[in-house]
């Protein structure tokens, strides 16, 4: 953040602009927006593995239990999993 603060809602973290836009309408700030530039370069893999029919039922019915999705729950698993493995690096 430039300067210490938002230029709109003079916040000074991530989470007062967050606030401050989810107590606020953009449209009442109009005019102060101008247009930018920017490049993102998101770099995401997502890799395949076959799983067996059922099981891959099982986990679908765990994930919808819990209210998530079937890819966050097998990533939450695996990370935990890798974590009793490899306990010394972060993942």
Do not use: C
Not at 56 to 65: E, G, L, N, P, T
Not at 81 to 90: D, G, H, I, R, W
């Amino acid at each position: 953040m430039s300067k210490g603060r938002s230029s709109v809602s003079k916040a000074r973290s991530y989470l007062e602009i967050g606030q401050f836009w989810d107590a606020h309408d953009l449209a009442d700030y109009w005019e102060q927006t101008y247009p930018v530039e920017f490049e993102v370069d998101i770099r995401s893999e997502v890799t395949y593995y076959p799983l067996d029919a059922t099981l891959s039922a099982r986990i679908r019915s765990v994930a919808q239990r819990r209210g998530i999705s079937p890819e966050t729950l097998l990533n939450l698993w695996v990370q935990e999993k890798l974590q009793e493995e490899f306990p010394q690096s972060v993942a």
